[in-house]
T-cell receptor, first 114, second 112 residues
Framework: DGGITQSPKYLFRKEGQNVTLSCEQNLNHDAMYWYRQDPGQGLRLIYYSQIVNDFQKGDIAEGYSVSREKKESFPLTVTSAQKNPTAFYLC?????????????FGPGTRLTVL | GNSVTQMEGPVTLSEEAFLTINCTYTATGYPSLFWYVQYPGEGLQLLLKATKADDKGSNKGFEATYRKETTSFHLEKGSVQVSDSAVYFCALSPGGSEKLVFGKGTKLTVNP
């Protein structure tokens, strides 16, 4: 089955620790995205990548970092610099076409800072 | 800039009631428009889409028409079911862009 997997589903972190969220896709999509979802605020874009070894900041990139060493993988690191990291994190992917951009989403990771 | 405004929720309906969730947008160029649905504890799934003015997207009994003159993309369903309970997001993709801009979401609860 083609799709996007995120792991873990639930993640707990102590303050001051960095943590990495995994996102893998086998859809052969060029572009991948990370969103943060908070209650009542919809989805906000953290980072996105259109091709391997290249990525751009989204609207709320501060305190986060990413890498794109393989087409299939786009891990997100939540650093200790992120002031309020508790949230639901969603990864998505799409073909890089420039038009009709349908994004496919993973099941999400819920991060809780203790 | 680009933005999406959805009606505030939550929306509570009885089974078989008619559903409308309003969505209006502001965009440069000619955006594509989307409705996504999120069931509790899950990621988002594409519900329907429209890529140009007057297009109607439809899926699972839901419909939305791309109205350029009113910059709207309202979601409708003639008869909702308990299984339609979810959060619905309206989104746009600006012309030539890979990014999506989302509304804040509308939570729908359908009671038996």
């Amino acid at each position: 089955d083609g799709g996007i997997t995120q792991s873990p589903k639930y993640l707990f972190r102590k303050e001051g620790q960095n943590v990495t969220l995994s996102c893998e896709q086998n859809l052969n999509h060029d572009a991948m995205y990370w969103y943060r979802q908070d209650p009542g605020q919809g989805l906000r874009l953290i980072y996105y990548s259109q091709i391997v070894n290249d990525f751009q900041k989204g609207d709320i990139a501060e305190g986060y970092s990413v890498s794109r060493e393989k087409k299939e993988s786009f891990p997100l690191t939540v650093t200790s610099a992120q002031k309020n990291p508790t949230a639901f994190y969603l990864c998505a992917s799409s073909m890089f076409s420039g038009v009709n951009n349908e994004q496919f989403f993973g099941p999400g990771t819920r991060l809780t800072v203790l | 800039g680009n933005s999406v405004t959805q009606m505030e929720g939550p929306v509570t309906l009885s089974e078989e009631a008619f559903l409308t969730i309003n969505c209006t947008y502001t965009a440069t160029g000619y955006p594509s428009l989307f409705w996504y649905v999120q069931y509790p504890g899950e990621g988002l799934q594409l519900l329907l889409k429209a890529t140009k003015a007057d297009d109607k997207g439809s899926n699972k009994g839901f419909e939305a028409t791309y109205r350029k003159e009113t910059t709207s993309f309202h979601l409708e369903k003639g008869s909702v079911q308990v299984s339609d309970s979810a959060v619905y997001f309206c989104a746009l993709s600006p012309g030539g862009s890979e990014k999506l801009v989302f509304g804040k979401g509308t939570k729908l609860t359908v009671n038996p």
